[in-house]
């Protein structure tokens, strides 16, 4: 038997109107290196829907690409940048970020998020100048590696700190889907190139079969991006493949319609475990939920689903981490949690 | 008017068959990072047609990449790689060996081939312990920047040198399917894991959408490859993405029958152009020929058509590129043709 | 009014005996970048001294870069180094061992050592392949940045733990004539090839001008670390600069004579001090040490004396840090007892 | 019987007076990491012989190091640095750029000195953005590595062309002092803030027992310097013994009777091998000579000196390397001379 995953939200490959317009237009001659049509409807779509034409966009096959582009092009080498301990560039990138020859500064935080005390706090250890990195950047993720969102005030006092302390604010998007559609979120996409310095929408994780688009608010990040984007391998020759995705994904909303679904699939097991009394590491209200589960029940969740142990809790308690994607379906969620409940 | 294209052999998508299956199988849920069923099918077909079990695979999007990884991963930093002037490493890829910390060493070549003298001589020239780098590795293309495609007893010979001297052969496979199929290669799959250390079968320029298979003969390269992988930013969550298309161009020879047709092609314009008295920059057999022209004509030419100019010859000729593909038309280069010889 | 420095161990230049030596031989013609006589005699002596004859000797002008050699020159690019996280590398080098390419993995320490259970825990952590570096190297100082010590018997668990793993261990030695000459030391120089798979003798913070030897045990970290040196920049072309300091450093025992001296100049503080009720920070029986004092103290002894006030410790408290050295004048540390004692 | 040694200007020690300056001060307490009360002094002084209060001035100890640090200091990864073929740079560092994620662009020349149609080229040749490096940086040297100088008109016109071009110029000063006392040089050292963004006054092979006076004269390239020093290890803890010898070095004209000994004694072997109708391989005037010889003469005099054999001209002939330095004995000269002339 072939088990149902809840491992991540990219076991599916991609919504099928992507594949369909690529086979349409497949035969078509268009530019290579991300100048073809769709690459350039897609980014004027983009700066329409966020209401900034002065962006720069650039698509990237995936999430690592696209914090390692962003965060090397943008320091000099004694330049650091701060994360939470849970961000995805300081334990889940194989180094990516110091192999371009930065230090990450780590924040320990329970909900994944960044605050700016933090920040101030990674300042003031930072002052035995030239002896120590100069943090530069704050890197933070929306939604957050442990399911949680940021509110719109959170956002806006993390950026008027940077912009005082003069230190660029980039906030990686993979799920930026699933975060702009969470029942507590108050950000829509043109706060974004108000709020930060520069950010990115995840395709890959939200129906694209691959691509993130970054998009480049502050000018002095701009200044010759795509040299590095060759240079580390990012620039596809055929950039059709990113352009015709974003262009789908958002031309008639399905981006969001997407982000959606997989949040109140999310939605549906929280609140029903909830309500038989069962508590969460985080207060996730994304596509990521973390419940804390009987090791019994976990067992045999296990024979019928994938998903990963997050981590013990006690003797008998372990948390588990469950995703939802656009594609999960409906009446295996309805089964998973009558699997919990029914044999609480 | 649209002009038809020759600049390059990534200007249309990819082989419909590819996106179908895509399509077909794209609610299927499949594990990420390569791991999927596709992608261990596409590795065991290949491990069969380069009849060699010990091999390592790996799917990466882009020939760049596949070229930053190998290096990078299999140099210590003192150890540099040579290359010939027109190397795809050495000129287009913006300094990304460079920015993985390695020297390139030049090798000046009219052909774009290495030869052991050439190789010798920067070895000779590499005297000064420990003041200047040590060269380790061989970059060689096939077919290579200029069109050429090595010959079975050449590659024998710069591999038996290699081995004598201690260092690696690599071989970048970006264009391979059009080298396997010039007219006069000599060389079949199975010889490469036999005269490389390390080498890629290209996809992108043969009619995937993107990706390049990366072959590892040679034990001490292997360890830890996949760690490199995903510091580089060349892990796709999705790797079906990549599984897929190798399996649909190699499963029915697919990827020979492409590279045949864009060898063609190519090859209908080197022979009518010779047989009408023109001379042209290299012997090539593959699909990228570099002609030399009256202005006169390529300026005609180029209303019509896109091309790169390579380099002017004279006062009144240069030479352009031609490159073709798997899908350039027949009747389309019969016009070309036309457009230049009607005119002479 | 000049004040005293307790500041630091580099504060004066270095013992007249080297600058002597050096004067009376600089006419002399010498083989540069190491190869001149008196490197290769204090190499010798050095091999003596450890007794141990294959132990590779290299001599670098600091400690930054005896450490961003030493690490970059053993370490692939996934690969990363456990350090506490008041170990040098982590958090005073501005970022040396990342622009390297490796990330640092830290540790929490209150007595600045590491433990085997601390690197258990990390590599516990460390358990998703190929998205978390491998950590490959632990990282310690003997002396330590907060003045403890290594017994003999917790650096055979470090090391014992190390091979069993497949790990390297490196010793920062740069406070090394310190740690074999405190009073709870039970370490001689012949140990550490026995313990270590690198290690180095810090002469800059024990009498010399400028220098630490670098001694490499393990035969996999030796070839080519030359060749690393000249990469970055740490092979002086006078290299008898370095020779001439450590051969008379080694030679009468010159080296611990300087370092007792420096500890005792300590041992006197924290004698007296800790007979008046003061408490450190750490247990220190090296020449850094960390005593507790009212800030109403501390501020009257910054108008005599310069050092480094470490953190807070309450509204009324604070700690600071105290460094003797080679050449700490003993009616000065008498003068500065007395500052604090006779005002208590 | 030992060899007498024309092989390079850095075999004897330093100028005792750099030594018993040492010696008189060693036991004086100063700031580390350059801020001591010498290193204040001679960059003073440096700023007052270079007619430039605006400049910043830093000490490291070696060449490399100088090259390595100004040069990733200043530049972004995908922007590279043109350098002629014998540039110290581009082959005696074992890849020290690249190791820093830069790109050499190498220019043939013959006489060891670009000009403005070399970069010229290099430029033209760099057209297509952003799949090649931005050559962003011109490095020459001053004297070259085959032993000629610049003159101030070329100079000028290679600054003015940087200028117009956003490129940076930097003079590798390494044998400044030989240049700047060379019979047909017309620079002196307040032209060279006016005509480099960036250069340095080499002290190693000009009497220093170590060290070279980095000079940024641009403002751009001033900003955090001083961290990329401790970050590569270049910021000794000792900055003294830099302040030390640049001031003894700089306070009566001793580095320029230092340079014009070395000088002298190289022209006087150019003269008489002239007048007995040796040729040249470059028309040095600096304290590097590349005499043409018999192979029979060159074997002769291998029993008596040592130094370089450069490259074999024909069958019977070869080029020598003879440098000359600061502590050259003049009667060594004439013995050389001898032997060479006497045997012809």
Not at 28 to 47: M, V
Not at 90 to 110: D, F, Q, R, Y
Request: proline letters at 2%.
């Amino acid at each position: 038997m072939v088990k149902y995953s809840f491992k991540d939200d990219y076991s599916e490959g991609c919504h099928p109107s992507i594949l369909e317009k690529l086979l349409k237009t497949t035969y078509e001659q268009q530019d290579g290196y991300g100048d073809d049509k769709y690459s350039r409807e897609a980014k004027k779509l983009i700066k329409e829907q966020i209401n900034n034409q002065n962006a720069d966009i650039h698509f990237v096959s995936g999430g690592t690409q696209a914090n390692l582009l962003t965060i090397s092009s943008a320091l000099r080498s004694h330049e650091s940048v701060i994360s939470a301990k849970t961000g995805h560039i300081h334990t889940h990138e194989a180094g990516a970020i110091e192999a371009t020859g930065h230090k990450i500064n780590e924040v320990l935080s329970k909900d994944g998020k960044l605050r700016t005390e933090d920040i101030e706090a990674v300042l003031a250890e930072h002052n035995t100048v030239p002896h120590m990195v100069k943090p530069k950047m704050v890197y933070i993720s929306d939604s957050t590696e442990v399911g949680t969102v940021y509110r719109k005030n959170e956002l806006e006092e993390l950026f008027d700190f940077c912009k005082a302390r003069g230190m660029y604010l980039f906030l990686d998007g993979a799920r930026l889907g699933s975060a702009l559609c969470a029942e507590n979120n108050d950000l829509i996409l043109p706060d974004l190139p108000l709020l930060t310095d520069v950010f990115y929408i995840g395709g890959t994780k939200n129906g694209a079969l691959l691509g993130e688009a970054i998009v480049i608010n502050n000018n002095r990040l701009k200044t010759d991006f795509s040299f590095h984007m060759k240079q580390r391998g990012a620039l596809l020759s055929k950039g059709r493949v990113l352009g015709v995705q974003f262009l789908e994904l958002l031309k008639n909303d399905l981006f969001f319609d997407l982000a959606k679904h997989a949040n109140s699939m999310a939605k549906r097991i929280v609140k029903v475990l909830r309500e038989n009394g069962y508590a969460f590491l985080t207060d996730s209200t994304s596509n990521q939920i973390f419940p804390i589960l009987p090791d019994r029940i976990i067992n045999k969740l296990k024979s019928k689903y994938e998903f990963y142990i997050w981590e013990k809790i006690d003797k008998e308690n372990s948390v588990i981490r469950i995703v939802t994607s656009w594609a999960t379906k409906e009446e295996i969620v309805d089964e998973f949690i009558s699997d919990i409940v029914g044999d609480s």
